[in-house]
Each structure stands twice: as structure tokens, then as C-alpha cells.
């Protein structure tokens, strides 16, 4: 059974950080292509950083040098460390695999707010 378990995420000052986490079973990790999508409220759902099993990194123009995705292959977990986070950074975070299926994670929100 594939399971991607996001964690991490909660109510930050703008400024702060957070690091997500993403742990992924029932799949072969390493072979997919693993990324981070957002939503907000009354928004689509939109792609923020992507990596794939070469580790070859992507990232939307709205968070490069702020945002950093990272894998583990040993600890099958995805990981997006955020720092200068925005109040436009407010979404749920998706944790999303792709090879020959799609597969993606239940969402953790995260809310950057003074």
C-alpha cells in the first residue's frame, strides 16, 4: 500500500521557517520523481519545487533562494526546508510522487501570519 505521510507544517511569523517532511512506503523511492505542490484557498494547486532520483532540483520562481527540497533514498523521505517565509506562503503542502503512476499525500498546512 502506498503511503506518502507529510509532516511538519503549522502557523509561523512572517520571516520564520519550517521544514517539511514527507515519508514515503509501498513504492520504490528512489526511482521517482518526488515534488511539493501548494494550494490556497481559492487557488489551484501549483507546483513549488521538484527532485528527481538524480537529485536534479526545480523550483518556481516565487520561492528560489528560499526554499530548499531535498531527499533521503536510505530514510525514503522528501523533505522542503522554508526560510523567509511570505503570508502569500500560506497553503496546504502536498507531497506528490510520479514514475508510471502518480501518487499523492493527504496535505499539512502552513500559515505564515503575524
Known amino acids: 500500500q502506498v503511503q506518502l505521510v507529510e509532516s511538519g507544517g503549522g502557523l509561523v511569523q512572517p520571516g520564520g521557517s519550517l521544514r517539511l517532511s514527507c515519508a514515503a512506503s509501498?513504492?520504490?523511492?528512489?526511482?521517482?520523481?518526488m515534488a511539493w505542490f501548494r494550494q490556497a484557498p481559492g487557488k489551484q494547486r501549483e507546483l513549488v519545487a521538484g527532485?528527481?532520483?538524480?537529485?536534479?532540483?526545480y523550483y518556481q520562481d516565487s520561492v528560489k533562494g528560499r526554499f530548499t527540497i531535498s531527499r533521503d533514498n536510505a530514510k525514503n523521505t522528501l523533505y522542503l526546508q522554508m526560510n523567509s517565509l511570505k503570508p502569500e506562503d500560506t497553503a496546504v503542502y502536498y507531497c506528490?510522487?510520479?514514475?508510471?503512476?502518480?501518487?499523492w499525500g493527504q496535505g499539512t498546512q502552513v500559515a505564515v501570519s503575524s
Open positions: 506528490h510522487a510520479s514514475l508510471s503512476r502518480a501518487y
Open positions: 527532485i528527481t532520483s538524480g537529485s536534479t532540483t
Open positions: 509501498g513504492f520504490t523511492f528512489t526511482s521517482y520523481y
